[in-house]
């Protein structure tokens, strides 16, 4: 059935190591995103792609990079430059623009360092 | 700068009666609401949206109310049940940007 799937579902991060976040979605849908979640507050934008082959920053994006080769994959990897890199990361992805521009997201992902 | 607030960060209420979560926004640009419930260790599911030319949306036990003078928002639930306990949370765009704001999430909780 359709939906998004990120993985892993726990990761950890020694220092100065990056890793990467999985996220693949089969709804066909165009745009993707990536959040970060902090206790007690809101989600914040990292990076989203409107389409294959490019993405924009969003307005925390110092320290991550993404990449965007194929429609239903939109890889984030937490690169050893983020000095704060535990959080609970969400990937979403939307069919496009307007009023059915929903956001449907994964399970999460959680990043803490060792 | 927060553009989507919700000032209260959890509320508590007996399973059967009302559930009232609100939102404001500064963002007067904004022309587009949102939404989320979030349980635990998952991610948010969309719960119901309304543009700026309404002012209610319904969706069975759900409704949300937009006043757009007071840039504000609300979610009713009505009844709540112990399966709406979660975190709710508010988000807001222009209608034809990707990009969301969200507020920072209201906890209910609801007691039998």
């Known amino acids: 059935d359709g939906g998004i799937t990120q993985s892993p579902k726990y990761l950890f991060r020694k220092e100065g190591q990056n890793v990467t976040l999985s996220c693949e979605q089969n709804?066909?849908?165009?745009?993707m995103y990536w959040y970060r979640q902090d206790p007690g507050q809101g989600l914040r934008l990292i990076y989203y792609?409107?389409?294959?082959?490019?993405?924009q920053k969003g307005d925390i994006a110092e320290g991550y990079s993404v990449s965007r080769e194929k429609k239903e994959s939109f890889p984030l990897t937490v690169t050893s430059a983020q000095k704060n890199p535990t959080a609970f990361y969400l990937c979403a992805s939307s069919i496009g623009r307007g009023s059915k521009n929903i956001q449907y997201f994964g399970a999460g992902t959680r990043l803490s360092v060792l | 700068d927060q553009q989507v607030k919700q000032n209260s960060p959890s509320l508590s209420v007996q399973e059967g009666r009302i559930s009232i979560l609100n939102c404001d926004y500064t963002?007067?640009?904004?022309?587009?609401f949102l939404w989320y419930k979030k349980y635990p260790a998952e991610g948010p599911t969309f719960l119901i949206s309304?543009?700026?030319?309404?002012d209610k949306n319904e969706d069975g036990r759900f409704t949300v109310f937009l006043n757009k003078s007071a840039k504000h928002l609300s979610l009713h639930i009505v009844p709540s049940q112990p399966g709406d306990s979660a975190v709710y949370f508010c988000a807001a765009r222009q209608i034809n940007d990707y990009k969301l704001s969200f507020g920072a999430g209201t906890t209910v909780t609801v007691r039998a």
């Open positions: 309304i543009s700026s030319i309404k």
């Open positions: 709804l066909n849908h165009d745009a």
């Open positions: 963002n007067s640009m904004f022309d587009y």
């Open positions: 792609s409107q389409i294959v082959n490019d993405f």
